[in-house]
């Protein structure tokens, strides 16, 4: 995380960051008590850069997503304090029309499983250029259908016209996720986000996905803010890294020193909780316990 | 003293209609060892299980299980641990269930080995012992599925990707306990998972299964670290790694 000082100008700036995360707190209210899930988050992210949020479950990672995108599900009580500004639009406080704007130019959401996302009775092309059929510019039918054509050729659909045509259930789950990753660069949004998109995932067909969101990232030098219980993946694919637990970052900084020296112990544990497929090989691994947790 | 393995699967053929999902498949498991098996969604992992306990018909082939020790020789723990356990019961009462079902002791006789397996496992019985399982956290329901299946007394021990639902803290500690009770009980196990790391640390060989068919075994140091088929050294450059200290 590039530390880049808070700033109120809305002025174009291409080093401006484009998600910027102050002092962010989300407290669930349920009949007379209140728990904090997120506490005291602050972060930015600049353009072409990649950060991973890692954490257990529980850790406050998902509800961090909703909370930055000011998106809760119905019927949950929550109440945010602190600023998320995407593109400097603060989405805790921007008005509904405005924050759907901006959820829908600059943000593209890959999800863990698109097939809940997607439409089981639409046809995959037809809903892949939903998003371009609101907005300001109504584009014809036909131009909507070559978007999509194009948009799955460029996620590595080999027969992209005969495969626009099918319904979401008849993808595997690789292409449904290629399909997620279409669809959320179709708009060349600033900022991606991938809440666990490849947990569902075969290695093998984890690392095609993983490829693919890097190249769609270097075509369009979209930022991405990766959401992720595997440590290694993050290793890998992110320049920063923040760890959460219960609520809290426990540690942040560039992935290679963070997960090679860490500071804190439950980064350690985490790390040393992992089975490895290289060095010596472990009998026993060590367990995050709470005396190591201070 | 009998020398037969523990599990004995030989060119064993499964499908359903039209497809054939396993491609005469060996595989044996010997006393107190430990196998690996590894595969990807639609490798047929999960159909040779499924033939091992006897929910789905072979079509050619055989399977044997060492059977003279207890009259239920194969026990499985699966992956979903809650989804397992029977919501309405008492965790003693469920560790109990193998005992039960075949009239070994009074009740109190099985709720005290129960116990004894309970705290076996790493679950305080006085504290574990009267709860049900919706108010256990995934990797405490995995333990009581441990202990169920360490009731019967099995000659083979089936993990069906046992650890793959639980948080990497709470894998750690129960792929520890799978290596503890292997090291003081001799247990024999056939584990089957999707991830080769978690291999490495719990068994000596593996067998690396891809479209029905056995592309690879050996033992797993070896395999691990000098792969022979194309197949197994794609699984092996998927996997992301952690930098090393």
Known sequence: MTAFPATESTAPDLSAPILSVRELTTTIHTRGDARAVVENVSFDLVRGRSLAVVGESGAGKSMLIRSLLGVHAPGVDARVRGSARVMGVDMATADAFERRRVLRESIGMIHQDPLRSLNPTYRVGTQLTESRAFGNQRPSRRSLHRRAIEAMAAVGFRDPVREARLLPHELSGGQRQRIGIAAATLNEPALLIGDEPTTALDVTVQKR??????????????????????????????????????????????????????EHPYTRALIDAIPRLDGPRTRRLCTPTEGNLS | MTTAPALDVRDLTVGYGERTVLHGVSLAVPRGGCVGLVGESGSGKSTLVRTVIGLQRQRSGTVTVADDGPPNPVQMVFQDPISSLNPHRRVLDIVAEPDTIRGVGTRSDRREAASELLARVGLDPHRYGDAKPGKLSGGQAQRVAIARALMAKPSLLLCDEPVSSLDVSVQARVLNLFAELREETGLSMLFVTHDLAVVRMISDDVCVLNEGRIVERGPTEQVVTHPSHPYTRELLAAAPRLPRA
């Open chain 1, 209 to 262: 996905v993983l490829d693919l969101i890097d190249e769609m990232r270097e075509r369009t030098g979209a930022a991405l803010l990766l959401v992720t219980h595997d440590l290694a993946v993050a290793a890998e694919r992110c320049d920063d890294l923040i760890v959460m637990r219960a609520g809290s970052v426990v540690e942040a900084g560039p992935t290679l020193q963070l997960l090679t020296a860490p």
